[in-house]
Every structure is written in C-alpha cells, then in structure tokens.
C-alpha cells in the first residue's frame, strides 16, 4: 500500500517533468543519452537547430569517470569505454535554420565481449561560423587564409550493455544543510549497469500528514565505477518546512520510464 500511495504521489506531482531532449543554447538533440541494450545493434540521435542562423558542429569521442562525488570526469585511457566498437555518422553537420539531421550509430560488438556496461561520451563541438578573420599565409602576406574557431560544446552518454545486468539502487538522506539550502543524499547501487533518475525531496510533519515537494534534482546517473556516490539536492526557495522536525522522504525516478520510483526511504528528523 505504501509502494502504490507513493507511485501516485509521484506521478500527480511530477508527471510533467519526464523529458526525453535535451537543449544546448541553438541546438536540441533528442534523446539526451543513449542506451544500447543486449539485443540491439544500432541507435540515432536527432538534432535540431532552433537558432535563427547557420549552424555547424563535429562530433568525437571523450572517456570518463565518475568520482564519489558523482562527478564526471575525462581521462585518457578507453577502458570500459564503447567508442572503441561503436561507429557514428556523420562526423561533423551544418544545419540551417529548422533544420534536423540525425546521427546514427552501429554497435560492433566484439567476439567474447565480456558481459557489463560500456560508456564513451559522444562531444558536440560547435564550429564558430562568423565571418572569419584573414590570415596572413607565410608567403609574407602574399596570400591569406580563413580562420575557423571551434567551441567546447556538451557531451551525452553512450552506454552499451552486454549479457545479463541489472542495477538496485538505495538514496537515501544523510545529511541537512538548511544554511546551504541543500540535503545530502547518499547512493548505494549494487548490480553490472548504471542508473539514471531524477530526485526529489518530500517533507510532512508526521506520518498522517500528506508529503509536500521541498527539493529537487533532475538527471542524476550513477555509473558501474562506483558503488557509492553522495550528492547535495537543492532545496526549493519557498519550501516552507521544519526541518527539525516530522520525516524526510527521497524518491529517486526514472523519467524515462513513466517515473517508475527506482528508491524511496523516508527517515525522521
């Protein structure tokens, strides 16, 4: 009954927060990460240019980790990485105004591929199309030549999954900071793949009351590196609890999946 009372609770509460783009200043890419299952070979990306100009972008391949504080970080080396089989085309876009192009990606899967999850992230790279500035060749001047400026742009996921996985994962409130306006929230997942969800924070003051949102955290990931992560959910300016006192509860969704709760746990202040 409790399980049901929250899976309500949830979908009134957030059932128009579930997202499956993502945006970049003029460009919006759909979906925001991908998943390439056990049984699947291939995945597309959509983008969108929304701007009113001219956009280009190129495309390459960083590798990451993921620290205890669920931060992600590049490293050099490709271990556990995905790029090393999978192929993606094109490698560099121009759209006009409106216009979408889609990226596909084929999964080459090696023999003997040992089962688990594989990411390498997939970076954006905005070219600066302005009118270029002219180069003095080294011909002393002679000739001339275009300069072209290319922008870090963002990153999304592309995990693969190989063989049997699964993913259990606990959050669970650890620690207030009202002067900071955040809560600590622990995660302690267990199982071969990474889950992805957004977080939210609910507060009553005892347990026949009903639960009010008082935080949020959208897009939290926790990858197969880590068994452990810690991050600080913010809270809402207005939320308008007393925090010393009544239960904190913490639902941990995932928004591609109709808000399927994949953790609850409540504990009293």
């Known amino acids: 009954m409790r399980r049901l009372f929250g899976l309500k609770l949830i979908a009134l509460v957030m059932c ?11 460009l ?35 590798h990451t980790r993921m620290n205890e504080y669920g931060e992600v970080n590049e490293v050099v080396t490709n271990v556990g990485g995905s790029a090393s089989f999978v192929v993606f085309s094109p490698s560099r876009i121009t759209l006009r105004p409106g216009e979408t192009q889609t ?20 970076r954006l790279n905005a070219e600066d199309l302005s009118p270029p500035a002219l180069l003095a060749s080294n011909t ?15 990153t999304l ?30 995660f302690d997942r267990q199982g071969a793949f990474s889950t992805f969800g957004n977080v939210h924070l609910f507060w009553r003051p005892d347990s026949t009351s009903q639960l009010t ?29 007393d925090l010393s006192r009544g239960e904190l509860h913490v639902y941990y969704v ?16």
């Not at 935080?215 to 809402?236: D, H, K």
Request: aromatic share 6%; no cysteine; hydrophobic share 45%.
């Open 16 to 26: 128009a927060l579930a997202f499956t783009t993502a945006a970049h200043a003029d």
């Open 28 to 62: 919006i890419f759909t979906p925001q990460r991908i998943i390439i299952e056990p049984n699947e070979r291939s995945a597309t990306i959509s983008v969108v240019n929304s701007s009113n100009s001219v956009k280009a972008y190129t495309f390459d391949w960083i």
């Open 103 to 122: 990226i596909r990606l084929a999964v080459r899967r090696p023999a003997g591929l040992p089962a688990g999850e594989y990411r390498s992230h997939l």
């Open 140 to 154: 002393g001047g002679q000739g001339m030549a275009a300069q072209v400026n290319i922008a870090l742009g963002f």
């Open 157 to 186: 996921p592309i995990i693969v999954r190989q063989g049997q996985g699964g993913a259990n994962i606990t959050a669970t409130a650890v620690e207030l900071r009202p002067q900071d306006a955040q809560v600590m929230v622990r």
């Open 213 to 241: 949102p008082i935080g949020q955290l959208n897009g939290v990931a926790v990858y197969p590196e880590v068994s452990t992560i810690t991050r600080p959910i913010p809270l809402f300016p207005d939320h308008g609890a």
């Open 254 to 269: 995932d928004p591609n999946a109709n808000n399927a709760v994949l953790s609850q746990t409540g504990v009293s202040l």
